[in-house]
T-cell receptor
Framework: GQSLEQPSEVTAVEGAIVQINCTYQ??????LSWYQQHDGGAPTFLSY????GLEETGRFSSFLSRSDSYGYLLLQELQMKDSASYFC????????FGSGTRLSIRP | KAGVTQTPRYLIKTRGQQVTLSCSPI?????VSWYQQTPGQGLQFLFEYFSETQRNKGNFPGRFSGRQFSNSRSEMNVSTLELGDSALYLC???????????????FGSGTQLSVL
């Protein structure tokens, strides 16, 4: 089967850096995605890693290690608007999501 | 380009009833996936349709079904509703080509279903 694990909650300070980890077990792996969802909103795509290494998009970066079945999302220069839930998702025969990490940011 | 449109936005039903939810994907997107979201449970995969064919199915009972039309619009049906079916139902579309999944999903705002 397929499973993903990520922390349920993370708290950080405005302006700081936070890393959200994701480990997965799956067969037939294509890549790892990250989505952001604000309360009451729809999930929105942040990044996708098909190959090992770091992908950077502005303040957000995502990393993948296929050999370790592990990835993370790195958020830099945190802003209050980054308070949201973050989901990792594995692309295999279908796209499966983790349970989400709720990121709370303190001033 | 219009985004993914889901109707209705809110729905209240009673146990035993059935419900049909609708999803219009982004123009040109041929893949439509459905997810159930409940607090603390993340997004649970229901099924995926591509070119009117169900390509993948999650671990939900047969009461949950769907279909896709030739214009890529999709509907999801839940029969004999149970209290536990109360959830946000999200539809997502993508440019997935035949035989593969695509990494970028575009989600609609969802239909919030309450079963009383």
């Amino acid at each position: 089967g397929q499973s993903l694990e990520q922390p349920s909650e993370v708290t950080a300070v405005e302006g700081a850096i936070v890393q959200i980890n994701c480990t997965y077990q799956t067969s037939g792996f294509y890549g790892l995605s990250w989505y952001q969802q604000h309360d009451g909103g729809a999930p929105t795509f942040l990044s996708y890693n098909a190959l090992d290494g770091l992908e950077e998009t502005g303040r957000f970066s995502s990393f993948l290690s296929r050999s370790d079945s592990y990835g993370y999302l790195l958020l830099q220069e945190l802003q209050m608007k980054d308070s949201a839930s973050y989901f990792c998702a594995v692309s295999a025969s279908k796209i499966i999501f983790g349970s989400g990490t709720r990121l709370s940011i303190r001033p | 380009k219009a985004g993914v449109t889901q109707t209705p936005r809110y729905l209240i039903k009673t146990r035993g009833q059935q419900v049909t939810l609708s999803c219009s994907p982004i123009s040109g997107h041929r893949s439509v996936s459905w997810y159930q979201q409940t607090p603390g449970q993340g997004l649970q995969f229901l099924f995926e349709y591509f070119s009117e064919t169900q390509r993948n199915k999650g671990n939900f009972p047969g009461r949950f079904s769907g279909r896709q039309f030739s214009n890529s619009r999709s509907e999801m049906n839940v029969s004999t509703l149970e209290l536990g079916d109360s959830a946000l139902y999200l539809c997502a579309s993508s440019l997935a080509s035949g035989g593969t999944t695509n990494e970028k999903l575009f989600f609609g705002s969802g239909t919030q279903l309450s079963v009383l």
